[in-house]
């Protein structure tokens, strides 16, 4: 039976899939539970993801042993481990994504971001996950890095889905539907039926806040800080308002007439990281037809226990949203300043949390080759 909360954010055109993986949540069957009793219909990863997975997961034993003893190198072994675990997790939404004709049952896996510099690599790698994965349902996750956006075009040109990740402005946005918009039409012109070819765009939203509050809060004003807890959402809204207008284009029309599937708003970044605020602030108020809403576990449990859903929260907000944004610039805080800064910041900790996956696993490695 599913969860009334859950139940009601589906019912209102949210897809609700999990930010998180690991082996213990598909051997214990907790995936299953989370698709039959909490609407969670995909699954989201990235290296922090994988990083807790493996340092807090004894699953993983008797594969690190097997690599171990093969004598793999670390970078491997990571490949080998992270691509199994979405393989499976493929498998228990197969049917899901049957279903829904593979809009959702989706699972990502993101290309070492180490390569979110380097077009060529980015491509090269998102080539080799999909290969080693090769399950239809699969998304690559490539970041949204001006060095991205090519990588993401001739990735959907060559027939694979995609997750495109760390986006934080309006204008990469923007950016991020014409790399789509010019992969599906490279896509056709390669003989790819675009019915078979999916993406979401994964649009940051918590982390807007956090840096755009603590510049409100420094400021110390009255009208800073009653604009605190504000720019993410309205952010968010407005990013939802750029997906209605590019998907009623000409452009679109013509793809969708060829058979394409627009790339779907995915809000991620929907954990609350100031305890003032509701927690679930970044689900309820962000409610529309055809999103998608990545959740932790904690947030999913939110929702679960107290998640309070009103419809569409969307529609009609745009102008109170370029309010907020507009007030936030008059305080002396520059937009473009703070989404450059989240964006590099971004994947820095991508980066960290994949250089601690190589060390977990390089120890891992090291002792099982010792036993």
Known sequence: MSNKNTQALSDAGVSIWL????????????????????????VTTNPSIFAAALKNGESYAAQVA?????????????????TDDVSEACDIFSGLAKQTGGVDGRVSIEVDPRLARDTAGTIDEARKLHAKVNRSNVFIKIPATVEGLEAITTTLAAGISVNVTLIFSLERYREVINAFML??????????????IHSVASFFVSRVD???????????SDEAKA??????????????????????????????EAGARPQRPLWASTGVKNPAYPDTMYVTELVAEGIVNTMPDKTLEAVVDHGEVKGNTIAGTYEEANRV???????????????DLLEEEGLEKFVASWSELLQTVRTALDEAGQE
Not at 26 to 38: D, P, Q
Not at 66 to 82: G, H, N, R, S, Y
Not at 325 to 335: H, K, T
């Open 19 to 42: 930010d998180d993986l690991s082996r213990e949540l598909i051997t214990t069957g907790e995936l299953r539970n989370l698709i039959a009793e909490k609407n969670v219909v995909g």
């Open 66 to 82: 097997e690599l171990a003893e093969e004598q793999v190198d670390v970078d491997a072994a990571v490949f080998a481990i992270t």
């Open 210 to 220: 956090t840096e755009i509050d603590k510049r409100l809060e420094a400021n110390g």
């Open 183 to 196: 992969g599906l039409e490279q896509a056709k012109e390669n003989g790819h039926k675009l019915a078979h």
């Open 325 to 339: 944004l507009d007030a936030v610039d008059a305080q002396g805080i520059s937009y473009k300043e703070v989404v």
């Open 227 to 256: 604009l605190m807890g504000k720019s993410g959402i309205a952010n968010a809204r407005l990013a939802y308002q750029v997906y209605e207008e590019l998907f009623s284009s000409e452009r679109w029309q013509l793809l969708a």
